[in-house]
C-alpha cells in the first residue's frame, strides 16, 4: 500500500493561510480516493476534503470556499490550501486514502493514513 507522509502545519494568525502537503510513495494497485481529515482534541475525526481520480473535489461545508485540494501527479504530492483560517480550525491535519477513486465523498474514515501536521489558528 502506499505511505503518506503530512508537512506544511504550523501556527498562523487569524485570516491566515497555510499550504499542507502529502507526499505520496509506494504502490497500490488500485485506484483510490484522497482526502485531508483534521482531528482536534477532544473532538470527533471529519473529513475536510476529498479528491478523486478525475481531480473531483468535494469539501465540508465548514470548509468550502476557504480551503482547496489539489495534487501534482508528477511529485506525487497532495495539497490543501488553506485560508482564511479560524481559531477553530485548529486541529491536527491527516492525509489519507479510501475507496476506489471514482466516487470520494467527504467521510470520517479512511483505510490509509499519515502521521499527520498540527494546525494551530490563535492570535
Known amino acids: 500500500q502506499v505511505q503518506l507522509q503530512e508537512s506544511g502545519g504550523g501556527s498562523v494568525q487569524p485570516g491566515g493561510s497555510l499550504r499542507l502537503s502529502c507526499a505520496v510513495s509506494?504502490?497500490?494497485?488500485?485506484?483510490?480516493?484522497m482526502g485531508w481529515f483534521r482531528q482536534a482534541p477532544g473532538k470527533k475525526r471529519e473529513g475536510v476534503a476529498s479528491?478523486?481520480?478525475?481531480?473531483?473535489?468535494r469539501y465540508a461545508d465548514s470548509v468550502k470556499g476557504r480551503f482547496t485540494v489539489s495534487r501534482d501527479k508528477a511529485k506525487n504530492t497532495l495539497y490543501l490550501q488553506m485560508n482564511s483560517l479560524k481559531p477553530e480550525d485548529t486541529a491536527m491535519y491527516y492525509c489519507?486514502?479510501?475507496?476506489?477513486?471514482?466516487?470520494?465523498?467527504?467521510?470520517?474514515?479512511?483505510?490509509?493514513w499519515g502521521r499527520g501536521t498540527q494546525v494551530t489558528v490563535s492570535s
Open positions: 479528491i478523486d481520480t478525475e481531480d473531483y473535489t
Open positions: 489519507a486514502t479510501y475507496g476506489l477513486g471514482t466516487w470520494c465523498p467527504i467521510r470520517d474514515d479512511a483505510d490509509n
Open positions: 509506494g504502490y497500490s494497485n488500485r485506484p483510490y480516493c
